[in-house]
């Protein structure tokens, strides 16, 4: 396996980009999921743009996700740092592929609801999002303690790319 010094501008700006998406998702996720109710008790909905950027948006970050695993099988991605302990480098490299295998199921349950009218689906995509929400979190709380407890810069790798 490839171990760069740090990430490349690309390797930094996908998970960006893929994190505004999600946002977006939850933000503006309401006009879906009244459209989805009115097709399940069968009666008429009003268009809104917002449910089509919804299944864009949707789609593009399955696109993301993908580019963004395979730049990280071709450049490969730094080493941890050295005073992580080993238990909780296990745990970021189980949650860093997590990230990848739960959006894409996000994207393609939610598809998979809206265009094939898959109610199983539809409700995988709903217990799927508290996973990801979990992780999010998870994520998000791994960053003071990085900076408090362990006294290391790895978020610098997230917002400059290796020289």
Do not use: C
Not at 33 to 51: C, H, K, M, N, V
Not at 59 to 73: D, E, G, Q
Not at 104 to 125: I, N, P, R
């Amino acid at each position: 396996m490839i171990h760069p010094n740090g990430y490349s501008g690309t390797q930094i700006a996908l998970p960006w980009r893929v994190a505004l998406l999600v946002a977006g998702q939850y933000i503006f996720k309401d006009p879906i999921s009244t459209a989805w109710d009115a097709i399940r008790q069968g009666t008429e909905y009003a268009f809104d743009p917002l449910i089509l950027a919804h299944v864009a948006s949707g789609a593009l970050i399955l696109a993301l996700v993908l580019w963004r695993l395979a730049l990280r099988l071709k450049r490969g991605v730094p080493l941890p740092p050295e005073n992580e302990p080993g238990p909780l480098k296990t745990l970021s490299h189980v949650a860093h592929w997590a990230f990848y295998g739960v959006l894409a199921l996000m994207s393609v349950s939610g598809a998979l609801a809206w265009f094939a009218d898959l109610t199983d689906a539809a409700q995988v995509h709903n217990i799927v999002k508290v996973v990801l929400l979990a992780l999010i979190a998870l994520h998000l709380l791994a960053i003071p303690f990085h900076r408090i407890i362990l006294k290391n810069n790895v978020m610098v790798r997230m917002i400059r790319p290796a020289e």
